[in-house]
């Protein structure tokens, strides 16, 4: 079996941090989500990979590299312009060839694995296995009608009055016949190629279109509210460990990683908390849920339930429920007391009051 997965959107909901890089390398727990991507596919036998790129291809490449950091075999499948989901099956089918495989969104974070959908598929070889999830909301999502034995009966794509509370969640296993069904189909009326409709082409044809109902966690890391909540859950797991250094002055209480060349001075850290390589923690408080990117320096700053991307600076502040940037600056307002900001396009700001 092999995998596609699709990292070719352009993160618009993410923005700004999404002007600046690929919304699937941002790190959740100091790994990229394509990196925990990859782990759950690994997970269950599979290594040959092919990614599905954008304009921002070159970025994904210089940090998953061929894969092999990962234990897995990549290949970069280049799309010209977002086309649809059932567009990146047609212009995979050299890399696939007839092989059964997964299709995972890139930017899907499912901390407890794909391992039971898999079993599932190998138990019963449907021509479709479909990952869905109960939602409040289905209208944003493509939505599936299933009958008491998990078979799908109709899909739809975003509907407006939904047939079901079962969304499609991004994650797919399909067989070869999956080929046939995305070459009969059109583009839709927002003029892409949807993978709906294909399901939809094969559950016409009396294929049987599987549903897997996960119930476990499951996020669409596409707002950074998703990203920091996805923190949270997966900083649950840390294990702590200290490969840096930790002066006397300094307390570190419940699980905290300190990885390799951080330096923790006079300072306090509750976690779960990941320090990153290099990163300086001094005369600081880091708070639970938060993890700090390589090369970053705390001074005098108070941070939690948080992410600093690598090299951010956080100086006489205190910092809660926030997504920093690479090499982003955060430090006390002037001395007359005016908030001097700099501030990019699609970015937020909250200031307190007073």
């Not at 079993?119 to 493509?142: C, I, N, S, T, Y």
């Not at 049987?208 to 923190?231: F, P, R």
């Not at 923790?264 to 390589?277: K, L």
Request: hydrophobic fraction near 45%.
């Amino acid at each position: 079996m092999k995998a596609l997965v699709l990292s070719g959107g352009a993160g618009t909901r993410l923005r700004p941090f999404s002007y600046s890089m690929p919304k699937q390398l941002i790190p959740i727990a100091n790994r990229p989500v394509l990196a925990h991507v990859v782990d759950n596919l690994r997970a269950v036998g599979i290594s040959e990979i092919g990614i599905v790129v954008g304009d921002r291809a070159e970025e994904i490449r210089s940090v998953l590299g061929d894969g092999s950091s990962l234990g897995a075999r990549i290949t970069y499948i280049q799309q010209d312009s977002p086309r649809g989901l059932a567009h990146c099956v047609v212009i995979a089918r050299e890399f696939l060839g007839d092989d059964d495989f997964v299709m995972y969104l890139g930017d899907n974070m499912l901390p407890g694995g794909i391992a039971e959908v898999a079993a599932a598929f190998h138990a019963r070889r449907p021509a479709a296995e479909v990952v869905v999830h109960k939602v409040a909301d289905p209208r944003a999502f493509g939505v599936a009608e299933v009958d008491a034995e998990g078979r799908v009966t109709a899909l739809v794509e975003k509907p407006q009055t939904p047939v079901s509370d079962l969304a499609l969640i991004g994650v797919y296993i399909f067989t070869p016949a999956i080929h046939e069904a995305v070459a009969a189909v059109g583009p839709s009326a927002r003029g892409e190629l949807e993978i709906t409709d294909a399901l939809q082409w094969l559950v016409a044809r009396d294929a049987e279109v599987h549903a897997h109902l996960h119930t476990g966690y499951w996020k669409d890391t596409g707002q950074v509210e998703d990203v920091l909540e996805c923190n949270r859950e997966l900083l649950k797991a840390v294990h702590p460990r200290i490969d840096g250094e930790v002066d006397g002055q300094s307390e570190l209480i419940g699980p905290v990683v300190i990885e390799q060349g951080a330096r923790i001075v006079r300072s306090r850290i509750i976690g779960p908390v990941i320090v990153g390589a290099g990163t300086l923690v001094e005369d600081s408080y880091v708070g639970p849920h938060t993890s700090l990117g390589a090369d970053c320096v705390l001074s005098t700053a108070q941070v939690e339930d948080s992410i600093a991307l690598s090299g951010a600076t956080v100086q006489q502040v205190r910092v809660r429920a926030s997504l920093i940037g690479r090499s982003a600056a955060v430090s006390l307002a002037a001395p007359e007391g005016l908030n001097r900001l700099v501030v990019g396009d699609h970015t937020r700001v909250e200031v307190a009051a007073g």
